[in-house]
């Protein structure tokens, strides 16, 4: 009676439950960033202004699909109950993820210099990867978590919803820039 | 103490919020020293976020959910009685009457303000509000009436009786259930604090460049319709996620009760359109605080660039909040007409056509703002396209209605009142989707009881039907059938003769959203005036209603209207894992008139 729903069969163990809600989620994140695509080109056209820092924003690129990358290897381990090398990638994970937003920081303070948030490029160039930025946070918020629930012996072969989730959630937070990038470095 | 011990969750959510505040406070004043852009508005901003955090932990999500997260055991405080509706509780069905009560309080504040802005429109000249104030009361309004339409239908009533309606044992998620109505009150206060800073003078629509420049109060504004689009999208992937996991066995897509499959189609909506018009809000905020010019014309922004992002969510939101007053229509029509729904199918496939329609049409409010003419047409054809699943809904009403053996109790009134008011509120649209006609309509009290007729004539008329009608199954007893009928009568009598002035004297040149107008249309606005505040009285049964009904009504027993869907199964009200034994359904929901039906349509395993 008193804890209801955590007692309840059903509810709250169902794997297909968990993902869908998951899926639904990122559907739903999926159009806040078409927003800010959109956005982009309904504002700016093709435009793009010759200080951007080209070089940077490959490597940051780079830095981050190698910890999507990492992910994956993380929620492999765990899938075969190897609780050292699950660690070792999420943690990497979690490095990697370090790496790219300082490399942001970087970029904004170059921007500030050349485009600041009161000019037009500016205004997309900061709040796409401000927003940005802010997903890859929060998704690195909840990778220290699964770190610490690892460690705390909570997941194995059999059970890993957690990981599964987040590093989803993460590999989403990637795919979201691999548009990001092209949109903002490429297009010309 | 032990008996106040069910308001410690409040108490602890205030208290997180004080901290947060102040914590928020200090990141602001921190953050607008080095940066000197304008202080008062990153303290609020800042403030603000925190607090909400502040208020969010404390008040249930640290102990439910954060704890668990970091390896401490949650703790569960579940209050008995009336004290559960004041805590973080995950059930349901106390979510759902705390969304109802908070809604239909906010419903009648909402009208408190229309009173003041008839009291205003009274005299042409200056009256009580004058142009200081009658914009912002006219914006609150319209804001909370918003806010009304879109959340007290899914998050009051479905939240109630959806998870029944499929025999579940409760939603997908009780924990982001229960976030998504405590995330509600920050917004509700947020609102009533505009006024001390400045009031909001934008309308609901907050159109910059007004928004981006005019007073602090906007800013809350911008930051309460964003916290509640959050709310918003939490309870669509809730429903969602239920009905595509948690169907009892032998609950097939095709038995769905048809409510069900209208709160479907409006969670599609309002998961995604609803991430598109919080980055709306948010480009006002930045622009606003930091300094950005998404919409500044001189330095390279678009205004109109706001008007497609806000009404690409805006206007499928007129769908989130019409689709389930559908549902419940067509699911009162069946059951008091005594007969299975006409075109089950039909209107199934008009609900998700209405969907996918429904995120093409924005565009058709932009038809005096600039916009390149070669997007007229498009947008006036597929606006009118959107008329044709509309009326296969009417069409299903009318043939359950044809040949049925009608029971008319308070809510199938409610029910045909609502069919004539949205007849009549689609016909006018007709003139409005028109680019020829709207272009000489636009901004007249013409649209503003247009869109009365459909919001307020179609989803505000079947909410209170849908209350009444799921009232003995919320409660275990029974309205007042009297009171209800008064209450009907008032209302719709009262309505129609206000917004029927409202027609005329909109087309005679009234414009909307100003304090004073020419004087020759003063009578117009006096008779709405009388008729505005005879059909505030009208609300008075109906709360005498519901809370003696409640405290003392007679019993009503398990299924006081004889029907078929499966929430009348169990018990009324239903103990609190829903079913005391899982239901097996075996046939589907309407089946009047079939031989060998059975009571409901299943039984229990």
Redesign the interface.
């Known amino acids: 009676?008193?804890?209801?729903?955590?007692t309840?069969t059903?509810?709250?163990n169902?794997l297909?439950?968990k993902r869908?809600?998951l899926w639904?989620?990122i559907?739903?994140?999926t159009?806040?960033f078409?927003?800010?695509i959109s956005?982009r080109y309904?504002?700016?056209g093709v435009e793009r202004p010759d200080h951007l820092n080209q070089p940077l924003g490959l490597v940051i690129s780079i830095v981050l699909l190698m910890s999507s990358l990492a992910a994956y290897r993380g929620e492999v381990a765990v899938s075969y109950n190897d609780q050292k090398k699950f660690r070792i990638n999420i943690i990497s994970t979690i490095i990697l993820a370090s790496i790219f937003l300082v490399g942001v920081g970087w970029e904004w303070y170059e921007a500030f210099q050349y485009f600041p948030?009161?000019?037009?490029?500016?205004?997309i160039f900061?709040?796409m990867t401000g927003i940005h930025a802010f997903h890859v946070l929060t998704g690195m918020i909840a990778l220290i978590?699964i770190v610490?629930?690892g460690s705390?012996g909570?997941f194995n072969s059999n059970s890993y919803w957690g990981v599964e989730g987040v590093v989803k959630y993460w590999h989403f937070v990637d795919v979201a820039w691999v548009f990001i990038y092209p949109t903002l470095y490429l297009v010309n | 103490m032990t008996q106040l011990k069910f308001l410690w969750p409040i108490t602890r959510g205030l208290i997180g919020a004080i901290i947060g505040l102040l914590v928020g406070l200090g990141v602001g004043l921190s953050v607008s020293s080095l940066t000197g852009n304008p202080a008062t508005e990153i303290n609020i901003s800042f403030s603000y976020v925190f607090a909400l955090l502040g208020w969010l932990l404390g008040v249930g999500v640290w102990n439910s959910w954060i704890r668990e997260?970091?390896?401490i055991k949650?703790s569960?405080f579940?209050a008995k009685n009336w004290q559960r509706y004041f805590g973080f509780?995950?059930?349901h069905k106390v979510i759902g009457v705390q969304y109802l009560v908070t809604f239909v309080i906010l419903f009648l504040l909402g009208g408190f303000f229309a009173l003041l802005m008839r009291i205003e429109l009274a005299d042409s000249g200056e009256g009580l509000l004058g142009p200081n104030y009658y914009n912002t009361i006219m914006s609150l309004h319209g804001i909370i009436m918003v806010a009304v339409a879109v959340a007290a239908i899914i998050g009051g009533l479905s939240n109630y009786v959806l998870p029944l309606m499929i025999g579940?044992?409760?939603v997908?998620?009780?924990?982001i259930n229960a976030l998504s109505f405590w995330i509600i009150p920050p917004v509700a206060i947020l609102l009533i604090l505009t006024p001390l800073f400045g009031g909001f003078d934008s309308g609901w629509t907050a159109y910059p460049p007004l928004s981006v420049t005019n007073a602090d109060g906007q800013l809350l504004f911008l930051f309460a319709f964003l916290t509640f689009g959050l709310s918003s999208?939490l309870g669509?992937?809730n429903f969602?996620?239920t009905t595509?996991?948690?169907r009892a066995p032998g609950m097939t897509w095709g038995r769905l009760p048809i409510f069900v499959w209208s709160i479907v189609a409006a969670s599609i909506i309002s998961?995604?359109?609803?991430?598109?018009v919080?980055?709306?809000l948010?480009?006002v905020i930045?622009d606003r605080v930091?300094?950005?010019?998404?919409f500044d014309a001189g330095?390279?922004?678009?205004p109109l660039?706001y008007e497609?992002?806000f009404w690409?969510y805006s206007h499928p939101a007129v769908y989130i909040m019409i689709l389930p007053a559908f549902g419940a229509l067509l699911e009162m029509v069946s059951h008091f007409s005594r007969k299975p729904l006409f075109g089950y199918k039909l209107v199934v496939a008009s609900f998700l056509s209405i969907t996918a329609l429904s995120f093409l049409v924005w565009a058709h409010h932009l038809f005096t703002s600039g916009m390149d003419e070669f997007l007229h047409i498009p947008f006036m054809a597929i606006t009118e396209l959107i008329s044709v699943p509309t009326g296969v809904v009417f069409l299903s009403a009318l043939g359950t209605i044809w040949r049925g053996k009608l029971w008319l109790v308070t809510p199938m009134l409610f029910v045909v009142g609502t069919v004539f008011n949205f007849l009549i509120g689609g016909l006018t649209g007709i003139f409005l989707a028109d680019v020829a006609t709207d272009i000489h309509l636009q901004d007249t009290y013409f649209v503003v009881a247009h869109f009365h007729y459909t919001m307020m004539g179609g989803e505000i008329f079947m909410l209170f039907g849908a209350i009444y009608y799921w009232f003995p199954k919320m409660t275990g007893r029974l309205y007042n059938e009297t009171l209800g009928r008064l209450h009907f009568i008032t209302m719709f009598l009262t309505y129609n003769a206000l917004f029927i002035t409202m027609f005329i004297v909109g087309t005679n040149g009234m414009n909307r959203r100003v304090w004073t107008y020419p004087e020759n249309l003063q009578d117009g606005n006096i008779l709405i005036g009388v008729f505005s505040l005879l059909l505030g009285l009208s609300f008075i049964p109906f709360v005498y209603n519901m809370v003696a009904s409640w405290a003392r009504g007679t019993v009503s027993g398990n299924n006081p209207w004889g029907a078929t869907t499966l929430e009348w199964a169990t018990d009324s009200p239903p103990p609190?894992?829903n079913f005391a034994h899982p239901p097996k359904v075996d046939e589907g929901p309407y089946t009047y008139g079939q031989s060998g039906r059975k009571e409901t349509q299943a039984t229990p395993i």
């Open positions: 009676m008193s804890t209801h729903s955590e309840n059903h509810i709250g169902s297909s439950l869908i809600g639904v989620f559907l739903s994140e159009f806040l078409g927003a800010l956005t309904y504002l700016q948030p009161s000019s037009a490029f500016g205004t900061f709040t978590i610490k629930m705390d909570r | 997260w970091i390896g949650p569960y579940e509780s995950m059930d579940a044992e409760d997908a998620f009780p924990r999208i669509g992937l969602l996620t595509i996991c948690l998961v995604t359109a609803t991430q598109v919080a980055f709306g948010l480009m930045l930091a300094g950005m010019v998404f330095l390279g922004g678009k660039l497609h992002v690409f609190e894992e």
